[in-house]
């Protein structure tokens, strides 16, 4: 059984770390106790390092495993101590004068101290009944620490979507699927876990010729336990219908009605069982019509599955094993092999012996390879991962694997290898339902608030948190799901269904979050890590003063009030409520419950219909750093108190029609480093926020900015912009307005040369404003406009022999009058690669359809040439 060690050792690392901070800063509660925090952070290093070469012992004392559980509890509750500790500075320094000495402060003193003396004294002692074990394991890793090991990091260049030896499989899918004239033909893919089912089922689905065939196409996963609702409604989005307030029968009846006299393609990944009728029930409800060769794809690891849904054996293909110049050809894309490594003929001979390991399987030879595409090329260290996974795979070929074992043991290690920070990552995937696609936005903020990534020295807290993910993508244990065409910026990522298996096995024996002994997701009085569905029973978290994390993940339900237990819970750190609906729930009770949260790092309220204000009391929660407020339709202000949030890094209240404006103070939030939806206020709206406040948010890396009516710039605001010299991305919503002294100004500003990506909507000049120009954004490399009357280019666009664009990508959508043709615009754009153009009719010699939707892309090889940096998301849908 694997200990709680990986997790404790990565937050006794960032703890360490906090520590140092605290002290070499000076911190008032440094000096206030600089005996206990200098004590706790020498007791701890020792600990991370015990913590680390106990972790690598195969054969562990049972006094070693309690005391690692033990040790785990305590690093969270020092963690949970330092912060505290940060959080009451921030607020004894804006309220110095009156809380210097008061009786809330010197309580609060008294408290710190004694927990400070008790957990030092547990860890002491826990030190010293180590002794006769520690020496051994510290002799023990001392051999393996001199290896050097250096971890690399790449953006992510190895494309997902590519595969290898499947060419032939597709091909006789779709001759089995071209050449059948029944009315409902329905095949199967049968295989083990890992033998890529769902990616062939993919190649199929995008087939050209199968596209041209059908009318309609249709991707379910159906996931476990099976919920036939689910299935349905999401038959109903991709027919484009509404999937709302519905039973199953009038679901059913409106599906068969959606595909009448159509010809259809659905395809069923990943199925486990039939059982309750589910299928029986669906499949009497679609059409089968003389005539029309319809067709149903199904994938699933069991054949008598299969079957029973009505797959004749003829129609059931088991994708085969790859060959092994298959296994290495793809091993080689994976692992970032180039024709310089392959002049290392140790080097390849090496890996070549760990892609036979592989069994043929392509999750196991990518997983391997995105693990080796981390690792230095050098035969050492290959020969350790060579030697390590032989010794997983003998584990696991004695296990019930069930003839997966190169794939588990490939997982496993993969894991092991990872950085304490990206174990932490990887194994919030475990909360989510299977085949869930995870909104990055959601995922990203998770971490950041529970402190997984943070941000140093120049990296913005966004970009630290997307390069972990890109990371793990990188090494194949996460995959894209949605991206941008333009960079390969990812949208929604999931994990593989055996990667799921292994993060829940690891969640739970590393005590990340809660699981029953089937693997479900429970609520109980330890959990420290909750995603919530319509199964969660709140009660069980009864006496619970361990939970730091809460997010919907499966609802949109939590019927709050405050005689629920989760209403007694006051340890949280994470709080995403993203799509709750409001019915039935007290806001009163809500809010006294969140404000009360004083560790709250990140809370989202994003699309909660019905949210009309924020209660002046969320200034207390000044612990906060991520604030998502945005998609609220309904909202309408912000208290005045939320400029006095002294952490807050990310403020999103972007696509929020009836918010006026922002409060005034803007000024305060110093902090801040992603800032969407900044409405500007008008010179009668004294309450407001200005342009001029930006001036002192010097750390803002992302700004989406409305302007309105009754917005006012002065002469003097319009440098403002240039000030901010960290800004990458700048979005600009003119919202239409006519006003021509804005309209004047807004061609007046003078935007930082830094800016990576512009955004420009609603905007109703005749002509783009001059600051648009290859001169002042030398770095631009991103340039979308939207829904605007512009009719020409300013002359200044267009550059001169020594200035011309860097521009990778171009975006024009419904800029009607836009009068311009290709060939002038590639010869200001030359390094323009990415093109997407939305009913421009006036667009001349384009390469793609410029009335309705059309893509172009000079070397789709070349996609992820640069890594995202930020939520560009949010900021294209707004």
């Known amino acids: 059984?694997?200990?709680?060690?990986?997790?404790?050792?990565?937050?006794?690392?960032?703890?360490?770390?906090?520590?140092?901070?605290?002290?070499?800063?000076?911190?008032?509660?440094?000096?206030?106790?600089?005996?206990?925090?200098?004590?706790?952070?020498?007791?701890?290093?020792?600990?991370?390092?015990?913590?680390?070469?106990?972790?690598?012992?195969?054969?562990?004392?049972?006094?070693?495993?309690?005391?690692?559980?033990?040790?785990?509890?305590?690093?969270?509750?020092?963690?949970?101590?330092?912060?505290?500790?940060?959080?009451?500075?921030?607020?004894?320094?804006?309220?110095?004068?009156?809380?210097?000495?008061?009786?809330?402060?010197?309580?609060?003193?008294?408290?710190?101290?004694?927990?400070?003396?008790?957990?030092?004294?547990?860890i002491k002692r826990m030190r010293e009944n180590l002794n006769s074990y520690y020496t051994p394991i510290a002799k023990h890793?001392?051999?393996?620490?001199?290896?050097?090991?250096?971890?690399?990091?790449?953006?992510?260049?190895?494309?997902?979507?590519?595969?290898?030896?499947?060419?032939?499989?597709?091909?006789?899918?779709?001759?089995?699927?071209?050449?059948?004239?029944?009315?409902?033909?329905?095949?199967?893919?049968?295989?083990?876990?890992?033998?890529?089912?769902?990616?062939?089922?993919?190649?199929?689905?995008?087939?050209?010729?199968?596209?041209?065939?059908?009318?309609?196409?249709?991707?379910?996963?159906v996931s476990q336990p099976v919920n036939e609702t689910e299935i349905m409604k999401s038959m109903l989005r991709q027919l484009k219908s509404d999937d709302s307030g519905s039973s199953k029968g009038d679901m059913l009846s409106r599906i068969s009605q959606l595909l009448s006299e159509k010809t259809y393609l659905i395809v069923l990944d990943d199925v486990w069982s039939i059982e309750d009728g589910w299928w029986e029930?669906?499949?009497?409800?679609?059409?089968?019509?003389?005539?029309?060769?319809?067709?149903?794809?199904?994938?699933?690891?069991?054949?008598?599955?299969?079957?029973?849904m009505g797959v004749q054996d003829a129609q059931i293909h088991r994708p085969r094993l790859l060959n092994d110049e298959e296994s290495w050809k793809l091993f080689c894309k994976v692992a970032l092999i180039s024709k310089e490594d392959e002049e290392n003929t140790k080097l390849i001979e090496e890996g070549k012996e760990i892609v036979q390991k592989c069994g043929g399987l392509p999750l196991a030879i990518k997983t391997i390879g995105g693990l080796l595409s981390s690792e230095a090329k050098c035969y050492s260290e290959w020969t350790r991962i060579h030697k390590n996974f032989h010794e997983k795979l003998t584990s696991a070929e004695g296990s019930r694997a069930g003839g997966n074992q190169h794939v588990i043991a490939s997982l496993q290690l993969s894991y092991d290898e990872l950085p304490p920070r990206l174990k932490q990552c990887i194994l919030c995937f475990s909360i989510y339902p299977e085949d869930h696609e995870v909104d990055v936005d959601q995922l990203i903020r998770w971490w950041e608030g529970e402190g997984f990534v943070r941000c140093r020295s120049t990296e913005a807290v966004t970009e630290s948190a997307l390069n972990c993910l890109s990371e793990l993508i990188n090494r194949c244990l996460v995959e894209i799901a949605e991206r941008r065409n333009f960079d390969g910026s990812v949208y929604t990522c999931k994990v593989h269904d055996m990667v799921r298996d292994l993060t829940i096995k690891i969640a739970r024996e590393e005590d990340f979050c809660s699981f029953d002994e089937n693997g479900k997701h429970v609520a109980n009085a330890g959990s420290r890590r909750l995603g919530v569905t319509k199964?969660?029973?709140?009660?069980?978290?009864?006496?619970?003063?361990?939970?730091?994390?809460?997010?919907?993940?499966?609802?949109?339900?939590?019927?709050?009030?405050?005689?629920?237990?989760?209403?007694n819970v006051k340890s949280l750190r994470v709080l995403d409520l993203s799509r709750v609906k409001l019915d039935s729930i007290c806001m009163k009770d809500l809010w006294h419950w969140i404000t009360s949260l004083t560790r709250l790092?990140?809370?989202?309220?994003?699309?909660?219909?019905?949210?009309?204000?924020?209660?002046?009391?969320?200034?207390?929660?000044?612990?906060?750093?991520?604030?998502?407020?945005?998609?609220?339709?309904?909202?309408?202000?912000?208290?005045?108190?939320?400029?006095?949030?002294?952490?807050?890094?990310?403020?999103?209240?972007?696509?929020?029609?009836?918010?006026?404006?922002?409060?005034?103070?803007?000024s305060r939030l110093s902090k801040l480093q992603e800032l969407y939806g900044f409405k500007i206020a008008g010179t009668g709206n004294a309450a407001g926020s200005h342009l001029g406040e930006l001036k002192a948010l010097t750390e803002?890396?992302?700004?989406?900015?409305?302007?309105?009516?009754?917005?006012?710039?002065?002469?003097?605001?319009?440098?403002?912009?240039?000030?901010?010299?960290?800004?990458?991305?700048?979005?600009?919503?003119?919202?239409?307005?006519?006003?021509?002294?804005?309209?004047?100004?807004?061609?007046?500003?003078?935007?930082?040369s830094s800016i990576e990506e512009l955004y420009l909507k609603h905007y109703v000049g005749e002509t783009t404003p001059g600051w648009i120009n290859p001169k002042s954004l030398r770095q631009l490399q991103y340039l979308c406009m939207e829904d605007s009357r512009i009719n020409k280019m300013n002359q200044d666009f267009w550059g001169d022999e020594e200035h011309k664009w860097d521009v990778k990508g171009l975006c024009l959508k419904f800029c009607?009058?836009?009068?311009?043709?290709?060939?002038?615009?590639?010869?200001?754009?030359?390094?323009?690669?990415?093109l997407e153009v939305s009913q421009c009719n006036l667009l001349v010699s384009f390469p793609c359809d410029v009335k309705s939707v059309g893509f172009w892309c000079k070397d789709e090889k070349k996609k992820d040439v640069r890594r995202r940096m930020f939520s560009v998301k949010k900021i294209e849908s707004s």
């Open 1 to 122: 059984m694997m200990l709680p060690s990986a997790l404790a050792g990565a937050v006794a690392q960032e703890l360490v770390k906090d520590l140092s901070t605290e002290i070499q800063d000076q911190s008032k509660y440094a000096i206030q106790f600089p005996a206990q925090f200098s004590e706790l952070r020498e007791q701890l290093k020792f600990m991370q390092s015990f913590v680390s070469d106990a972790s690598k012992l195969k054969d562990k004392q049972e006094t070693v495993k309690m005391t690692l559980q033990e040790l785990q509890k305590l690093i969270y509750e020092a963690d949970d101590l330092v912060v505290d500790c940060q959080i009451r500075e921030d607020y004894t320094e804006t309220k110095a004068s009156s809380c210097s000495l008061c009786l809330s402060e010197m309580a609060f003193r008294y408290k710190t101290g004694k927990k400070l003396t008790e957990i030092n004294s547990h």
């Open 141 to 221: 890793s001392d051999s393996e620490s001199k290896n050097g090991r250096k971890t690399l990091w790449s953006s992510p260049v190895f494309d997902q979507s590519e595969v290898v030896g499947l060419t032939e499989n597709v091909a006789t899918i779709r001759d089995w699927i071209l050449g059948h004239n029944e009315p409902l033909l329905r095949l199967a893919i049968v295989g083990l876990g890992g033998l890529g089912k769902t990616t062939l089922a993919k190649m199929t689905y995008r087939d050209v010729n199968l596209t041209k065939r059908f009318q309609e196409k249709i991707w379910v996963s």
């Open 281 to 308: 029930r669906i499949s009497s409800g679609l059409p089968k019509t003389e005539g029309l060769n319809n067709c149903i794809i199904i994938t699933s690891r069991i054949k008598k599955v299969v079957k029973k």
């Open 535 to 567: 199964e969660t029973k709140f009660q069980t978290l009864r006496g619970n003063s361990n939970l730091r994390a809460l997010l919907l993940t499966a609802t949109d339900y939590i019927g709050f009030n405050s005689n629920i237990e989760l209403a």
């Open 601 to 666: 790092a990140y809370l989202s309220l994003r699309y909660v219909a019905q949210l009309s204000e924020i209660p002046n009391s969320v200034g207390k929660l000044w612990g906060l750093q991520v604030l998502i407020l945005g998609e609220c339709k309904d909202l309408k202000n912000l208290p005045p108190s939320i400029v006095n949030l002294p952490r807050l890094i990310i403020l999103d209240v972007g696509n929020c029609p009836n918010l006026q404006c922002l409060p005034q103070g803007f």
């Open 700 to 752: 803002l890396r992302v700004l989406q900015m409305d302007i309105t009516e009754e917005s006012t710039i002065n002469d003097q605001e319009l440098e403002i912009l240039a000030q901010l010299e960290k800004l990458k991305i700048l979005s600009i919503n003119a919202g239409d307005c006519e006003d021509e002294d804005i309209l004047s100004k807004l061609n007046k500003l003078s935007p930082p």
């Open 816 to 834: 009607q009058r836009l009068e311009v043709s290709w060939e002038e615009l590639q010869a200001v754009m030359p390094e323009i690669r990415h």
